[in-house]
Nanobody
């Protein structure tokens, strides 16, 4: 059974940092693309960041560009999201997503949640002002 398990969420003050982790189990995702999405209460799920299979190509939402960094360790089947200079608007449940078959995809596909086959259960990030 494939599982994506997120961790690292919590409560932080504006301007602070958090590092989210997403560990995959059940199959190897080292040759697939992975991403982070988020969903705030009453809002649609939105794209945050994407990384290709090797970590050499990334995409970011404009709202997080320059503040968030996505990375991965294939030997650990894990993807990370380093979040700096957090703002109250970043408050949301953050979800990890994966597609184990595609190694590289275009930005438009990367930002579409329908691209991904597997999803984690989410981890809550709350940024206080």
């Amino acid at each position: 059974q494939v599982q994506l398990v997120e961790s690292g969420g919590g409560l932080v003050q504006a301007g602070g940092s958090l590092r989210l982790s997403c560990a995959a189990s059940g199959r190897a995702f080292s040759t697939g693309v992975m991403a982070w999405f988020r969903q705030a209460p009453g809002k649609e799920r939105e794209f945050v960041a994407h990384i290709n299979w090797s970590g050499t190509n990334t995409y970011y939402a404009d709202s997080v560009k320059g503040r968030f960094t996505i990375s991965r360790e294939n030997v650990k089947n894990t993807v990370y999201l380093q979040m700096n200079s957090l703002k109250p608007d970043d408050t949301a449940a953050y979800y990890c997503a994966a597609d184990s078959y595609r190694m590289n995809i275009a930005a438009a596909q990367a930002m579409d949640p329908n691209t991904y086959d597997y999803w984690g259960q989410g981890t809550q990030v709350t940024v206080s002002s």
